[in-house]
């Protein structure tokens, strides 16, 4: 559990890019992610209505996983956010979202 928090830790300050950035400009590669988890993805999608997340990395280890990945205004943009979702396994097996944590790419 506290591999997979640090590791967490890590992955979203390297993908926490700032305008101007030569991390901003780079293009993140996307992961295809497992059935259950692409489904945890694309409700995900459904409820922000512009069905445009995309992946960065994942990993589960038991009942815990994550999913890291950034978002845009419109399909097809580049990333002006990322998130995080923490992920449960509930009783019947099926991947729920714990916590979604968010922010834009952008200083305030």
């Known amino acids: 559990m506290r591999t997979l928090i640090l590791l967490l830790s890590v ?3 390297v993908t ?3 305008p101007g950035s030569p991390a ?3 293009q993140q590669p996307t992961v295809t992610l497992p059935a259950p988890l692409a489904r945890v993805l694309a409700d995900y999608e459904v409820a922000w209505q512009n069905k445009d997340a995309t992946a960065l990395a994942f990993a589960t280890e038991d009942s815990l996983g994550y ?3 950034g978002f845009a205004r419109q ?4 990333d002006t956010g990322k998130f995080t979702l923490t992920l449960r396994k ?8 714990m916590s979604d ?3 834009g790419n952008t200083r305030p």
């Open 11 to 13: 992955l979203v300050v």
């Open 16 to 18: 926490g890019a700032f």
């Open 24 to 26: 901003e400009q780079l």
């Open 67 to 69: 999913i890291i990945g």
């Open 75 to 78: 399909r097809g943009q580049p």
């Open 90 to 97: 509930g009783p019947e097996g099926r991947w729920l979202i």
């Open 101 to 103: 944590m968010d922010n």
